[in-house]
Structures are given as structure tokens and as C-alpha cells.
């Protein structure tokens, strides 16, 4: 089907409005409307994919996250100085890079600061960043600056380790990905909803995924069995107990499957004369107001029976710390087999590793997931080679200049003085000395009270240090397996600073 648009004109007397002359021959253009609405849904979809959605797999963030770690780091939020308002970032974060609400930009920075909801967090919060069953306080009241973490994210963006590129009006460059010293997407998880798609990503513990990274480098022929012997599987910063592992190695396998996690719990006496059942830990993302909530309805409803009393002590500190009160003459395993089929006390988990690889969305298993990574850090690492040995080579020569400048420096501040120009000055310093243009000109800029204090002792220690380091980067780069080695050493380094305990059991069905 197509319709007519037919061209504005100018109305007598007025400036004309429209398109302009000889733009739509015969004035009326015919537009198939189903190719029309096919082609702009598709850029559509693409924007909100690419540039909203869904993750990298290299650094495992959507662009809003990506925009917030990096306007913080360009802000010098650094972990070893102070806070600054939450509002503050979010205007910045809006204003050079990220067009689009405040609030979506305030809820991405709130996440990465929950511990509940990221496994390794990447924001360090200062102020009422909400809990499982409450939002966060207004933007205006909270605080925040870069974790440890966050800087092992943006670490060495700026030794041309990553492409950029310009932000929304062109006047700014943005980083496309972040070096990222460690698999995020499978450390800290991630969910959104695109057009026609959607991922959702369990969070992993980071010591055993740096673990099954390291195999894989040394492995690239590791089955799934061997990388799971690493990464048994989820690890939710809430804990709980994975139920069974078929739908684990499912979504290991395919990049699709679920599993239950059950809440922790313990049994013991609440009174002299009564049982209790008192729950230590959620599923993830299920707060214990829910959880209470649901109980007493039951429980009133009488659909479950046996129970006296709910009273929740959960508190920032102690974590999560509900007692369930039994009746006397109820036994509280069958209680508690109760509350887990008709409650939020057990819950589904589906994987859908849904992830942008080269711009493109991918269904990930973990193998994939864990390589695409292992292939980004090798691209850094050799960039960030190759840009060191670039620097020290340019300060080499700088030194080598020096050197022989210094030789003589009465003769060069004398060289220096006597000519009408720089060009004459750097000309003869080029002559006599046998200088390059890049060392006269380096020369000719110093000032002379700095060049006349110039140490031989120092400048031939320096220019020994960047010949070793040259030397170093060389060997590096040559060969492959001493960058995946290298690779592999910060991963080490990596884990060493940021691993903790596994959170989450793994159970049977």
C-alpha cells in the first residue's frame, strides 16, 4: 500500500516553509508505507539494542553504565577521595554524554552501588541507596565516587587500549568499551529488555570466573565439564541455595536455562517451648517484606498451617533475619517444604545470555562468554604495549638528544643566544650536535635554567631504565603466548583484590 505526502508551500508574503525547490519533483512524493515502517522500526530497534539495552560482552556494560564509570573517572572520583553528590554525576553524565532522563541515569548509578544487587560493586555509596523492599533516597541526598573495583573497569582507557568515539552532539569522545581487568558481565550479571529480545545474566563469583578464565587461556580446547569444575555455577551477592544443576549447565551449554533458588534457613528453638524457622537468606532479588508479606496472607488464608508468628528483624547491619514462630505439634520441616512451594522463599532463575558481540546482539554459553573476553583483554594488553613502547621510545630519543646536548652546554646556551630565530637556533643545534628535528625542538623549549642543571648520571640511569622497558614490551609483544600470559598474570592480581567467599550453595534437586 503507499500513500501521497504532498509538500508544503509558503502561503503569500511569508517566508517559505517546507522543502525547497525542485526537492520533490511534481511536488508529491510516493512512499510505501510498509517498507517505510519496516525500515524505521528496524533503526529503531537497533538504537534501543545497541545503545540502551543490552551489554558488551567485552566489558559486560550497557552504555549508561559504561557513560557513568567513565565521567566519574574523568571527574578524578577515585576511591581515595571524597564523595561528591549523586546529583552532581548524574547532571554530568547527562549533560556530555548520556541524553536521556535523570532518573534512568540515577537508578543505573544506584545499582552499581547495591551490594545486594551486584556481586563485585562498582560505585562506593555514600548515603540511603535503598534495600531489597525500598528505593533509594533522592539523587540530591546521596553521595558517591568510584570503587576499587570500578577502577580496575577504567584503568589505562586513556593509553589507546580501547576505540572511542564522538557522543551524541560530536563535540565530546566517549570510550565504545571499557579495558575492563576482569569478565564483569559474568561477575556482576545484568538484565534489560530490547526490542524483540531480552537478557538476563546471573551474577558469578569472581574467584572462581577468573579461575575458568585462566584454564580456558591455558585450555582453548576446555570442554564445559572442565570449565564448570570452576564455575559450578551462580553465586547471588544475597546467597541462598541453587537447587539442582541441570538447568546451571543448560544455560553453560546454550545460553538459555533456569534453575531454583531456595531461601537459607535455620531451625532451632525460638522459645523454651517453641520451634522456629528463622530465614538468613533470599532468593535473589526478593526482599523479606515480600516474603513476611506473603507468609501472613498465607497463614490467615490458612493455607499453610502450623504457624503463630512472623517477626522480622531484618536491619542493615545483621542482614536478613526473619523468624517464623511454630505452633507446638507441627513438625517445622513439613512447615517449611510448605513455605517453599507457596512462597517467594523459592524462586526461578532463567538465563538468557543475550550479549552485543562486534555490535551484534548473541546468545552466549559460558565458553563464548568467558573467550570474547579472553579476546578483549589480549587486544588491551597488546594495545597498551604497543602505546607504552611508542612513549618510551619518544622519551628515548628525548634523552639521547639531551646527552649530547649536555656534552657541550655552554656551546648549545651560547648556539641558543646568538641566533635571530628559533628556525636558525634549532638549524645549527641540528648541525653541530647531530640532532634530530624532534630533540632540537625539545631542546629549544626547555627553559635554560632546567637545561643547565640537566644530571649526566640521570639522564644516562633514565635512558638505561627505557631501554630495558623497550626491551620488555618488545619481547611481550612478539609472541602471543607471553601476552595471553600477561593476561593471565592480571587476572591473578585481579582476583587477589576483589575475590571473596561464594555466597551462594549449590544443593541438589
Known sequence: MATKKTATTATKGKKPVGPKPGEYPGKIVDIDVSSEMSESFLEYAYSVIYSRALPDARDGLKPV?????HQMSDMGLRPERGHVKSARVVGEVMGKLHPHGDGAIYDALVR?????SMQVPLIDGHGNFGSLDSGPAAMRYTEARLAQAA?????EADEDTVDFGP????????????PAAYPNLLVN????????MATNMAPHNLGEVIAATKFLI????????????HIP???FPTGGELVGSEGVREAYATGKGSFKVRASVEISKVTSRKMGITIRELPFNIGPEKVVERIADLAKAKKIQGIS???????????TNVVIELKNGFEPEAVLEQLFKLTPMEDAFAINAVALVNGRPQTLGLKELLQVFIDHRIEVVRRRSEHRKAKAEGRLSMVDGLLKAIIDIDKVIKIIRGSDDAAAAKEKLMKDFKLNDEQSTYILDMPLRRLTKMSKLELETEQKDLKATITALNSLLKSEENIKAQVASELTAAGKSFATPRRTRIGTA
Open 189 to 196: 550479571g545484568g538484565s534489560g529488555i530490547a526490542v524483540g
Open 218 to 229: 591455558e585450555n582453548p580446547k576446555a570442554t564445559l565439564n572442565q570449565l564448570m569444575k
Open 233 to 235: 555455577g551462580p553465586d
Open 112 to 116: 552499581m552501588a547495591q551490594s545486594f
Open 151 to 155: 577502577m580496575a573497569m577504567v584503568a
Open 167 to 178: 557522543n551524541y552532539d560530536g563535540q565530546l569522545l566517549e570510550p565504545l568499551v571499557l
Open 309 to 319: 508468628d512472623i517477626i522480622d528483624l531484618t536491619d542493615g547491619k545483621t542482614g
Open 65 to 69: 553504565h559504561r557513560r557513568i564509570l
